[in-house]
Nanobody, 118 residues
Framework: QVQLVESGGGLVQPGGSLRLSCAASGGAFSGHTMGWYRQKPGQQRELVATVTSGGNTNIADSVEGRFTISRHNAKNTVDLQMNNLLPEDTGVYYC????????????WGQGIQVTVSS
């Protein structure tokens, strides 16, 4: 059974930093994209950042220059380094692993809370 386990969330003051980590297990993954999405209170889930198996990244404009995504292919892990956090970064962050080519798959973590508040 595939599992994505997230860690590293919590409460931080504006301007602070957090590092989210996600580890995938239970499957034989290849050619997949890993990334982070978030859902703010009362809003739909949105893309934060993704990285392909080849290292190509896609970063949301709202976090460009503040967040960095990285992955370790052999370990099936993906990290999100979040610097200069703002109150509007508050939300539940979800790890995602997906493959858009056959065989297709799309997995989500359970979500982890990030709260930016003074």
């Amino acid at each position: 059974q595939v599992q994505l386990v997230e860690s590293g969330g919590g409460l931080v003051q504006p301007g602070g930093s957090l590092r989210l980590s996600c580890a995938a297990s239970g499957g034989a993954f290849s050619g997949h994209t890993m990334g982070w999405y978030r859902q703010k209170p009362g809003q739909q889930r949105e893309l934060v950042a993704t990285v392909t198996s080849g290292g190509n990244t896609n970063i949301a404009d709202s976090v460009e220059g503040r967040f960095t995504i990285s992955r370790h292919n052999a370990k099936n892990t993906v990290d999100l380094q979040m610097n200069n956090l703002l109150p509007e970064d508050t939300g539940v962050y979800y790890c995602n692993l997906r493959r858009i080519f056959l065989p297709k798959y799309n997995y989500w973590g359970q979500g982890i809370q990030v709260t930016v508040s003074s």
